[in-house]
T-cell receptor, first 115, second 114 residues
Framework: DSGVTQTPKHLITATGQRVTLRCSPR?????VYWYQQSLDQGLQFLIQ???????AKGNILERFSAQQFPDLHSELNLSSLELGDSALYFC??????????????FGPGTRLTVL | AQSVTQLDSQVPVFEEAPVELRCNYS??????LFWYVQYPNQGLQLLLK??????LVKGINGFEAEFNKSQTSFHLRKPSVHISDTAEYFC????????????FGQGTTLQVKP
């Protein structure tokens, strides 16, 4: 158990819908990262928040957005869902914004299926 | 920009045999290197990491990796594998900027046969 929690574990929805994935980082961690794992794209970095502020952005679609709240939990919002958005979405957390000794700990993931 | 190439998508091996999973990276800046393991239906677990210092890094579950700057490689090895090592292994790189963004390889599935 990494200490990072993600809810829900599974999510099945229809095209065009909107969903919210939730992540609680390990106690004391200030950074939250979101990654998408799909069969065709592999594991891709989406976005990083550090202490409530966006820190780095990867290949995140405009239909996707994220935020980190004052209690440091984070939510990833996916809207106008398409079949290709079906994937495993991981959250990871770390203590700092990305200094040399920083290590990311991953949650169990949320499996999103878009029908 | 950084990139990671895992040279084998699948590696079948018999139990108690040695194994090497290959990883090459590309970067114009100093990097930090990681190996993560993903067991079926689970999240990613850190096996080991190279930040600086000794180029031979030891990790959990008997795995080790060697950083080779001239060959831009970070191959993962285990002298004797167990059935329980069957999983997907990911090599990842992080640049020396002040973000923690990880770039992952495509993964190598290690299949340990009895």
């Amino acid at each position: 158990d990494s200490g990072v929690t993600q809810t829900p574990k599974h999510l099945i929805t229809a095209t065009g819908q909107r969903v919210t994935l939730r992540c609680s980082p390990r106690s004391g961690d200030l950074s939250v990262y979101w990654y998408q794992q799909s069969l065709d794209q592999g594991l891709q970095f989406l976005i990083q928040y550090y202490n409530g502020e966006e820190r780095a952005k990867g290949n995140i679609l405009e239909r996707f957005s994220a935020q980190q709240f004052p209690d440091l939990h984070s939510e990833l919002n996916l809207s106008s869902l398409e079949l290709g958005d079906s994937a495993l979405y991981f959250c990871a957390s770390s203590v700092t914004s990305g200094t040399s000794t920083d290590t990311q700990y991953f949650g169990p993931g949320t499996r999103l299926t878009v029908l | 920009a950084q990139s990671v190439t895992q040279l084998d998508s699948q590696v079948p091996v018999f139990e108690e045999a040695p194994v090497e999973l290959r990883c090459n990276y590309s970067s114009s800046v100093s990097v930090y290197l990681f190996w993560y393991v993903q067991y079926p239906n689970q999240g990613l677990q850190l096996l080991l990491k190279y930040l600086s210092g000794s180029t031979l890094v030891k990790g959990i579950n008997g795995f080790e990796a060697e950083f080779n700057k001239s060959q831009t490689s970070f191959h993962l090895r285990k002298p004797s594998v167990h059935i329980s090592d069957t999983a997907e292994y990911f090599c990842a790189v992080r640049g020396s900027s002040n973000t923690g963004k990880l770039i992952f390889g495509q993964g190598t599935t290690l299949q340990v046969k009895p």
